[in-house]
């Protein structure tokens, strides 16, 4: 189909991404990012946070490097040489990523059909810089400076069917290069507006900053400095309805500011938009002061006037599901709908969770799986070679209970599936015993117990 074409697709205004949107390769189709016969793929590289090595340095000691080795790119870390005393003294980890989007059938990319893309960085750990409201109310928004440490390894712990990931990397992308190369706006619309809307607890916020921070990581040599803004819109509307709308004008004011700056990247997170929605028709019907619908109005205006900017981003989330049919979801061209985890992702949540207490020593580990790693779920139905999993013998036991927690937890949002470990661990009878099995059953009876009580 098209959408495997090289050009990313842009999809039009009205469109709601309600389906996934498949990404592998068929066969005759030439793969999405082919440059000079080879598979474009994307290295990170990650300086030490006591390095004062210049970027390009290391990314261009990362291309010798890479040059040197025969190597299979598969996605993971990348061994640093010892004997290469440069990278060994500025370089945390050397990451090779989406090399999955190309290849199926757990094939492997060799070294001479890649084109590796380097990208170098450094995480910075300020930490969030608050702006306060006035009089002690809670914070209207907070200001990031990406790459931030605090985002690192979240857009890895995000997991989806079907690409949805990568395609939000190439809208983001194509929005950028478009700016980039200065296309008119009025001959190819695309405003930079992308909207990611779904049920509570699906991950949206994380996938917007995990967004900002991966377009920081990769756009870096085009745009050294950026920032990512964090604005509440439910904060917005406290009951200082005539503070609200000084808080508007002084984010934007800022945000400005940055933009102005052509060698800044500037991400805009509007969280809970549909708040914005509520209130407007709350103040059209009398029951809310006007004031409120000025500071919506303002902020739409603002955020019209910043649509112009090259440089800008704008990521916003909604919790609705239905037709959301607002002034400010109309503006956005990139819509997502990010659905509920699916029984693959389930699992793949779960075991990310059980590695993690394997790997702290919580847990240990599986019989006959010395490893830190378990089996993924696309790994299972390989062996399986059938839909049905748990009737096969070739799959190990822990994996059925592992599945049969997934199955469990239908229902539940990725956010509860990422507690559900602890609810357990806190459920064993004997805490400081560090078998597995026991463990999983325990996590089954909390999957069923949690299931219970949801509304
Ligand atoms: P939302 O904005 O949709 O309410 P959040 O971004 O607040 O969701 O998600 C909260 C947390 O839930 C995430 O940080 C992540 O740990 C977990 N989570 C949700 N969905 C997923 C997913 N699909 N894969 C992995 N983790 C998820």
Redesign the pocket.
């Known amino acids: 189909s098209h959408k495997n074409s090289c050009e990313a697709t842009i999809i039009p205004h009205q469109t709601l991404v309600a389906e996934p949107i498949a990404t592998t390769t068929t066969d005759n189709t030439p793969p999405p990012c082919f440059n000079d016969n080879k598979f474009l793929v994307s290295v990170e590289v990650c300086l030490k946070p006591s390095s004062t090595a210049r970027l390009e340095e290391v990314q261009r000691a990362v291309e010798r490097m890479l040059e040197k080795r025969s190597m299979s790119y598969v996605d993971g870390l990348v061994r640093i040489p010892e004997d290469d005393l440069f990278l060994v003294e500025n370089v945390q980890r050397i990451c090779i990523c989406d090399t999955e989007e190309w290849v199926k059938n757990n094939d492997v990319l060799l070294f001479w059909q890649v084109k590796p893309v380097v990208h170098a960085f450094q995480l910075t750990e300020e930490g969030p810089c608050e702006e306060l409201g006035a009089d002690g109310q809670p914070a209207s928004f907070n200001e990031w400076i990406l790459p931030a440490k605090e985002f690192d390894g979240l857009w890895e ?4 069917e079907s690409g949805l990931k990568q395609q939000l990397l190439r809208y983001a992308a194509t929005a950028l290069l478009f700016t980039q190369k200065g296309v008119n706006p009025n001959l190819v619309s695309c405003n930079r507006i992308i909207l990611l809307h ?1 049920p ?8 917007c900053k995990a967004l900002a921070q991966k377009l920081s990581i990769r756009f870096n040599s085009r745009y050294p400095h950026c920032q990512l803004i964090e604005v509440n819109a439910h904060s917005l509307f406290s009951k200082w309805f005539s503070e609200s709308g000084k808080l508007v004008a002084k984010l934007f004011q800022k945000i400005q500011e940055m933009v102005e700056e052509d060698n800044n990247l500037v991400f805009v997170l509007i969280d809970e938009v549909e708040s914005l929605a509520a209130a407007r028709k709350a103040a059209l019907s009398g029951s809310e002061p006007s004031d409120s619908i000025r500071v919506v109005n303002a902020l739409l205006t603002q955020m019209d006037k910043l649509k112009s900017a090259p440089n800008v981003i704008i990521l916003t ?1 909604s ?1 609705i599901t239905t037709a959301i049919d607002v002034a400010f979801v109309d503006r956005a061209d990139i819509k997502a709908y ?1 659905g509920p ?1 699916t029984l693959h ?1 389930r699992y793949e ?1 779960l075991r990310s969770c059980v590695e993690e207490l394997i790997c702290k020593g919580i847990i240990s580990s599986f019989q006959g799986y010395d490893g830190l790693s378990l089996p993924s779920f696309s790994s299972l139905k390989e062996k399986a070679n059938a839909t049905e999993i748990h009737d096969t013998d070739t799959v190990p036991w822990f994996c059925k209970q592992l599945i049969e927690a997934a199955k469990a937890c239908e229902g539940l ?3 509860s599936l ?1 507690k559900l470990p602890f609810l357990a661990h806190s459920a064993l009878s004997d805490p400081y015993s560090h078998d597995p099995s026991n463990f999983l059953c325990t996590m089954i009876e909390t999957a069923k117990r949690e299931m219970s009580e949801l509304p």
Request: charged share 15%; hydrophobic share 25%; net charge positive.
């Open positions: 712990s995000l997991i989806y779904g509570p607890g699906t991950g949206k916020t994380s996938l989330t919790n990010v985890p992702v949540i949002s990725g956010r990422r």
